[in-house]
C-alpha cells in the first residue's frame, strides 16, 4: 500500500516533466536583448519590428517547431544588465540563440557567456570591428563601421574633398569610425583639421558645431548613434550657418538614419553618405520587405538598418534551424552560418566563414526628395566589402 501510495506522485511529476520535456522540444527559442525603453528605445523596437515582419512572411514555425521569441530590455547602454539578462535567458529560459545588441558595450558583454555557454549569438545592429574576435559563437547580420567608414574618405578624396573635421560619439564603432576614415582620407593626401569626440548620451553639439565652424573645414565628417543624436546635429549644423559657410556634411547612414529623416527635414537634402541599406534601395526583396513590415508594423514608421540586419538574422536563424532539422547545437549551427548566403532587402550578403563577420555592398548615397518625401537615394556602390581592418 505505501509503494502505490508514493507511486501516483512520481508517476504525475514522471508525466509533468515529460509534457515539459515534449514543451521544449516542441519549441526553438530565440533571447532577444536590446534596449526597448530609454534613448536607445528605437533600436529594439526596429528589430522586434524587422524579426515580425521575417516570420510574416516565413511562418511562425520552422523544421516542425515553433519560434517563440524572449524579449529583454537594457534600457541601455548597460552592459552589466545585458549580461545578467543573457545568462538568466541560456540558465532559465534554456533559449537556443541570442539575438540583438543594439550597441556595442552591451554585445561585449554577453560575448563571454555565449562563448561558455555554445549559445549562436546572432548579432543585429552593435558595429564595432572587434566584436566577433571575443567569441567563436558570434556571427553579425549587421555591419562594422570600419566597413561603412572608409567608402566614404574614398567619395570624399575622389571629389577633392580633402580638408576635414571628425566629428564622432566616444565609443568604440564612433573610435573606429573615426579612425578609418582618417587613416583612408590621409592615405589618399588629405588632412584631419581636428578631431571632435562627444558623450555617447545626451550631448549639446551647438559648442562642438561652432568649433567646426571657427576652422573652416571643406566638410565635417560624422558618425552619432542613429536616432535623435542626428537630429539634434544637424538642427546645430543649420543654426550655425555651417551651410553658409561651405561646409558639407558626410557621414556614415547612421546620421540619416530612414527612421528618423521625416523629422530631421529639408536640412537634410544633399548629405552624403555611405551605408549598407536604404529605404530607397530598388530590388524586388526590398519591396516586399518594405510592403510586409508595413503591414505586419503599423505606425512604427519606416523601416532602418537595424530591422533590416533582425529580418537577415531571423533569416539565418530559420536557415541553420532546419539544416539541424530543429535540432540546435552550437558548433553546429556555427559551423552553417560560416559562408552563409543570403538575398537581403539590401543586396545580397555573406558571413565570412573565417571571421564570421558580413561581406555585403556599401552603398554612396545623397538625401534627395522623391515624390516630396526625403530618401537616401543611392548613386553609386562598392561590392564585396568586408570590414576594413581585416
Not at 63 to 80: F, L, M, Q, R
Not at 86 to 99: G, M, N, P, T
Not at 224 to 250: C, D, H, T, W
Request: net charge positive; glycine share 8%; charged share 20%.
Amino acid at each position: 500500500m505505501i509503494l502505490k501510495k508514493l507511486s501516483l506522485p512520481l508517476i504525475a511529476a514522471a508525466l509533468m516533466f515529460a509534457a515539459i520535456g515534449a514543451q521544449a522540444q516542441e519549441t526553438i527559442k530565440i533571447g532577444l536583448i536590446a534596449a526597448f525603453s530609454g534613448p536607445f528605445a528605437d533600436y529594439g523596437k526596429q528589430m522586434e519590428a524587422g524579426i515580425k515582419t521575417y516570420m510574416a512572411q516565413n511562418g511562425s514555425s520552422v523544421a516542425g517547431k515553433k519560434i517563440e521569441i524572449i524579449v529583454k530590455d537594457t534600457t541601455g547602454p548597460s552592459p552589466e544588465i545585458a549580461k545578467r539578462l543573457a545568462q538568466e535567458l541560456i540558465v532559465r529560459d534554456k533559449v537556443d540563440f541570442l539575438a540583438g545588441f543594439g550597441l556595442t558595450p552591451e554585445a561585449l558583454a554577453v560575448a563571454p557567456i555565449a562563448e561558455q555557454a555554445k549559445k549562436p549569438m546572432i548579432i543585429m545592429n552593435a558595429a564595432t570591428s572587434i566584436i566577433t574576435t571575443k567569441s567563436d559563437y558570434i556571427a553579425r547580420f549587421s555591419m562594422t563601421l570600419p566597413q561603412v567608414s572608409a567608402p566614404i574618405a574614398t567619395w570624399a578624396l575622389n571629389n577633392n574633398i580633402k580638408k576635414v573635421v571628425t566629428l564622432v560619439a566616444d565609443y568604440g564603432p564612433g573610435i573606429d569610425a573615426e579612425t578609418t576614415f582618417k587613416t583612408t582620407l590621409q592615405n589618399g593626401g588629405g588632412t584631419i583639421v581636428e578631431s571632435i569626440r562627444v558623450p555617447l548620451t545626451n550631448p549639446d553639439f551647438a559648442p562642438y558645431v561652432q568649433r567646426i565652424k571657427d576652422v573652416k573645414p571643406q566638410a565635417v565628417f560624422v558618425f552619432v548613434p542613429a536616432g535623435e543624436q542626428g537630429i539634434a546635429f544637424m538642427k546645430s549644423y543649420r543654426e550655425r550657418g555651417l551651410a553658409e559657410a561651405g561646409i558639407k556634411v558626410i557621414a556614415t547612414g547612421d546620421l540619416t538614419d530612414d527612421h528618423v529623416l521625416p523629422v530631421m527635414g529639408n536640412v537634410a537634402l544633399g548629405v552624403i553618405t555611405s551605408f549598407h541599406y536604404s529605404a530607397a534601395h530598388d530590388s524586388p526583396e526590398n519591396k516586399a520587405f518594405l510592403k510586409q513590415f508595413e503591414a505586419t508594423n503599423p505606425g512604427v514608421g519606416r523601416p532602418n538598418f537595424m530591422a533590416v540586419g533582425a529580418y537577415d538574422g531571423m533569416a539565418a536563424i530559420y536557415q541553420v534551424s532546419k539544416q539541424l532539422n530543429g535540432k540546435i547545437d552550437g558548433e553546429k549551427a556555427m559551423a552553417i552560418l560560416k559562408g552563409m548566403k543570403l538575398n537581403s532587402p539590401r543586396g545580397q550578403i555573406m558571413i565570412d566563414p573565417q571571421t564570421r563577420d558580413i561581406v555585403q555592398t556599401v552603398y554612396i548615397r545623397r538625401v534627395e526628395k522623391v515624390n516630396g518625401e526625403l530618401a537616401n537615394v543611392e548613386f553609386d556602390k562598392l561590392e564585396n566589402v568586408k570590414d576594413s581592418k581585416q
